[in-house]
């Protein structure tokens, strides 16, 4: 080990920097940001170090640089583009074993800046010892993912319970501690609670979450973290499998797919093995297609756990209609042309679509239809029936967002027998709407052979 990483208490201590441009400004930012009082030396200041001085958050020596500048402080930065300067502040500094920091310079430095990534009072310190800060800062920009923004909050939180366990002579054990880690923020009273009932076994949590449309890229951070520490993961048919991927090795995965004729009995099932996961103390990712609040049910799923008293979080997915449309290039609104979306149910309940088809068939909104596909030619013939254009246009995206995506263009007129020409089989959204002209040729937003396919 080159550097032993140490965090420095900088509050009401005084740094010295020398350099009054953007990179001294840097460093003075964080300087403040740890509390400490900081004297900037140098003959000229840049704008943002003139704006904190104009502030007053900053002392000032409008002069270059004299050797008996370090005599008080705490830590020296050096940060002129002067070489000769930089070496003389890392001289005296040395010489007096005060800790110095000459930027990008990890040879005349004793001290050098990790990458940080700032959860207070957590805080991450990513460093390559000077030997490759771009590596360095790439770690950091992923490790951002990984931890929740909220990562802070949940830490003071964890602080203020060991203070008030502490006090009532209580202790968890590092297990439970443990525990408590894993739950997301939101929920950590809750389990908090639970702990502390030492003779109640303890629950885990349920979390739905929406996995989007297809493109495993496309899922949010959050489902991503909580992925990550989930101990059983289920998922449905439209969930793309290669989000799998991205939960724990050993996480339980449980498929859930639904047949369509079985949909109630199955959903049922599905509440139970949820219930009996999470009672288990597991905790228990659901996933979802797209976003689990536009018809998946999410609804039920939640109140079904709630009911049982099993704590339970959403996370929203890119719902397919979104989905379809960037990755089609179909903007769902346009100015004077367009002034609402309608996400709809193709799907027939009682043997009919029960929607009002005539409010339906007007224009200027744009018409976006879930699990349409089989009922397509119903869906299109009503709705010429009911006074739309027959030549309005119209779009089915299969596959939307997937590397097999297809992007099918006609009118409400044409669309159904297109579909059943061109043997369209997979999960299909259609698109209704003048806004369909304004198709745009975007490239990049799918693989390259998504975007081939759907721009040919
Ligand atoms: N909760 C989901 C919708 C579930 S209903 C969401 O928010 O997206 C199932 C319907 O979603 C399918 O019949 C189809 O219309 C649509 N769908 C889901 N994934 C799709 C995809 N990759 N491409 C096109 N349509 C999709």
């Not at 991450?124 to 800060?133: D, I, L, T």
């Not at 959050?222 to 289920?234: G, Y």
Request: glycine content about 8%; hydrophobic content about 45%.
């Amino acid at each position: 080990m080159d550097y032993l990483p140490l965090y420095h208490k900088l509050t009401h201590t005084n740094c010295v920097v020398v350099g009054g441009g953007s990179v001294a400004a840097r460093k003075v930012k964080l300087l403040l940001a740890a509390g400490a009082f900081v004297k900037v030396i140098a003959p000229e200041l840049g704008d943002e170090l003139r704006a904190r001085l104009a502030a007053a958050e900053i002392t000032y020596m409008p002069r270059p640089y004299v050797d008996d500048d370090l005599s008080d402080a705490h830590l020296i930065i050096a940060a002129t583009n002067d070489e000769a300067v930089n070496r003389r502040v890392s001289e005296a500094a040395r010489a007096s074993r005060l800790p110095v920091n000459v930027v990008d310079n990890a040879e005349l430095s004793s001290v050098i800046f990790p990458s940080i990534i700032d959860r207070n009072p957590v805080i991450v310190a990513v460093s390559s010892s000077g030997k490759a800060p771009t590596l360095a800062r790439l770690l950091r920009a992923r490790l951002e993912t990984f931890l929740p923004k909220r990562l802070g909050e949940f830490a003071s939180y964890v602080g203020r319970k060991r203070e008030e366990m502490k006090a009532a002579g209580r202790k968890l054990s590092r297990d439970q501690w443990e525990r408590l880690v894993d739950v997301p923020p939101e929920q950590a009273e809750v389990t908090f609670a639970g702990l502390l009932q030492e003779d109640v076994p303890l629950t885990g949590w349920v979390a739905i979450v929406g996995a989007g449309p297809g493109d495993p890229d496309l899922i949010t951070l959050r489902a991503l973290q909580l992925l990550q520490r989930a101990d059983v993961v289920m998922y449905d048919n439209l969930v793309n499998r290669e989000i799998l991927d991205y939960a724990r090795r050993d996480a339980e995965q449980i498929y859930v797919g639904k047949k369509r004729a079985f949909a109630s009995t199955r959903q049922e099932e599905i509440h139970d093995l949820m219930l009996v996961q999470a009672r288990a103390g597991k905790n228990v990712v659901r996933l979802k297609g797209g976003d689990p609040f536009i018809f998946g049910r999410g609804g039920e799923e939640i109140a079904s756990l709630t009911d049982e008293g099993i704590q339970c979080i959403v996370v929203p997915g890119i719902t397919a209609a979104l989905g379809a449309a960037s990755y089609a290039g179909i903007p769902l609104t346009w100015r004077n042309l367009s002034q609402s979306v309608r996400f709809v149910t193709g799907h027939r309940a009682r043997g009919s679509i029960e929607i009002d088809w005539n409010d339906f068939a007007k224009p200027g909104q744009t018409l976006v239809f879930y699990m349409g596909l089989f009922n397509l030619p119903e869906i299109c013939g009503r709705l010429v029936a009911h006074g739309l254009a027959a030549n309005t246009p119209a779009a089915l995206v299969e596959n939307a967002t997937l590397p097999t995506q297809r992007v099918i263009e006609g009118t409400v007129s044409t669309l159904s027998e297109l579909a059943t020409r061109l043997a369209v089989t997979g999960p299909s959204t259609v698109i209704v709407g003048e806004v369909v002209r304004h198709r745009q040729k975007v490239k990049g937003s799918s693989s390259g052979e998504a975007a081939r396919q759907s721009w040919q």
